[in-house]
């Protein structure tokens, strides 16, 4: 994310925050909605920090008359994904829906309640951010937001102060290598200073799943297979080995968390272009924070979202014209600037804006070039099934109790295999 993330990262709220924006007009909306002449109200829902602040929400208002644009911000993704799938296909939800991807293989199950992306658009995205949207039909779903491509955020101040180079080029060499090299590096860290080295089992342990093809459901069969596959439970083990001595146990999303983003709890978490954002967003005034163009075991993608629009919304048309808008090569690259969501557009990754774009809170360092870079690194596309969402989230939960002290590993680990066999 970029030098101007200007406002605490939303997940900290308690509730949604409502932001409403005079736009001017959109197009007209679907055969229910008022008057296309008249006033028409679109809601937009998102979540995090998609980039669309106030400014660029202006220019949309300055090409178009008469609508007003009312900007929904759900506290975390999981409160946005209840919502949603509460609503879908009754009523409630926004004209314009985010949706993460974690979620999008539930969402293609209801695919017929979403208005389609209009045909003369499919070419505007990564062939594979478009056909993960695709359903059986050949309809697409919905409009490519951002992807996650990953480097490794660092306090170079901390390490300095355990003895380490600090210098973005010499710590991309010392992280070359796999999750090993990764945790050994922890170790001189921790050894050296006597604190944590990364922030949390559970986001450290995402970064390593998201490089595993099949983690938890067959591609073909769509059968589970995430309790008898070694490579997580190998993940599982190795992650929580280290966090005994390396991890400061700061879930993710927590006050504490936000908290240790500037008061020096971890000197390392892994970094998906939007994280810059939340990172520099909850440490005002820290100096120290750079980015290494590498990551463990060579490149990883960590989310990514689309926009929505639910075919039963008042005013269809006009929150399609109004998606179209948001996912554009421009909008993408300004929303980049904005929050470092980095663009799964294809014109807006070759953007000469994009590729120069420098983080003036993390030492200056070429984030479009890096995170670019990062982007071509990734080699697996990992399969997300029917139900990636619930056995991820009931991971995230058993490496949370291991953390918390209210159970060991293999206790967790149990708990975990008897909740996942009881999804199907």
């Known amino acids: 994310m970029n030098t101007r993330a200007r406002n605490r990262m939303l997940a900290t709220a308690a509730a949604a925050s409502v932001t409403a924006i005079a736009l001017a007009g959109c197009a007209s909306g679907d055969a229910g909605a008022a008057d296309p002449d008249g006033e028409i109200t679109l809601t937009v829902a998102t979540f995090n ?6 400014e660029l929400l202006q220019e949309y208002m300055d090409e178009h008359p008469n609508v007003k644009i009312v900007h929904n911000r759900a506290a975390t993704s999981n409160e946005a994904r209840e919502n949603y799938f509460q609503k879908l296909g009754k009523s409630g939800l926004a004209d314009i829906e985010a949706i993460e991807v ?17 045909e003369s658009l499919k070419d505007r995205w990564l062939d594979w951010k478009t056909d993960a949207a695709t359903d059986k039909d050949g309809n697409l779903i919905g409009y490519g937001t951002d992807i996650g491509p990953e480097g490794v955020c660092y306090r170079s ?41 990364f922030d949390s089992a559970g986001g450290t342990y995402q970064g390593m799943i998201n490089q595993v093809e099949a983690a938890y459901e067959d591609p073909e069969s769509g059968e589970i297979i995430a309790t008898g596959n070694d490579e997580v439970k190998d993940i599982y083990e190795q992650v929580l080995e280290a966090s005994a001595t390396q991890s400061a146990h700061l879930g993710q999303w927590s006050d504490d968390w ?13 970094c998906p272009g939007w994280m810059l954002g939340v990172i520099e967003g909850n440490a005002e005034g820290v100096t ?16 990514g979202s689309y926009l929505t629009v639910p075919a039963n919304g008042k005013n269809v048309e006009a929150a399609q014209e109004f998606a179209d808008w ?19 557009q294809n014109d807006a990754l070759s953007d000469d804006t994009l590729l120069g774009a420098t983080n003036a809170f993390f030492a200056d360092a070429p984030t479009g070039q890096i995170l670019s870079e990062r982007a071509q690194a990734v080699t697996v596309a990992p399969f997300k099934g029917e139900f990636y969402f619930q056995i991820n989230d009931a991971m995230q939960k058993a490496l949370t109790r291991v953390e918390e002290g209210t159970q060991d590993a293999d206790t967790s680990w149990k708990q975990w295999v008897s909740e996942v066999e009881a999804i199907k």
């Open 157 to 197: 101040d901390l390490f300095a102060a355990a003895g380490l180079p600090t210098d973005r080029e010499e710590v991309a060499a010392l992280l070359e290598g796999d999750w090993d090299t990764y945790f050994e590096l922890g170790e001189q860290y921790t050894a050296a200073t006597g604190k944590a080295f």
């Open 258 to 270: 936000f908290a240790g983003l500037s008061n020096g709890a971890f000197a390392t978490m892994l």
């Open 326 to 344: 948001l996912t554009d090569p421009a909008q993408q690259v300004k929303a980049f600037e904005n929050a470092g969501t980095f663009p799964s």
């Open 288 to 303: 120290g924070w750079d980015i290494a163009n590498a990551f463990p075991n060579g490149g990883g993608n960590w989310g």
């Open 49 to 54: 920090d998609f980039g669309y602040t106030d």
């Open 102 to 118: 974690d979620w999008l293989p539930e969402v293609m199950q209801y695919a017929d309640l979403l208005a389609p992306v209009d």
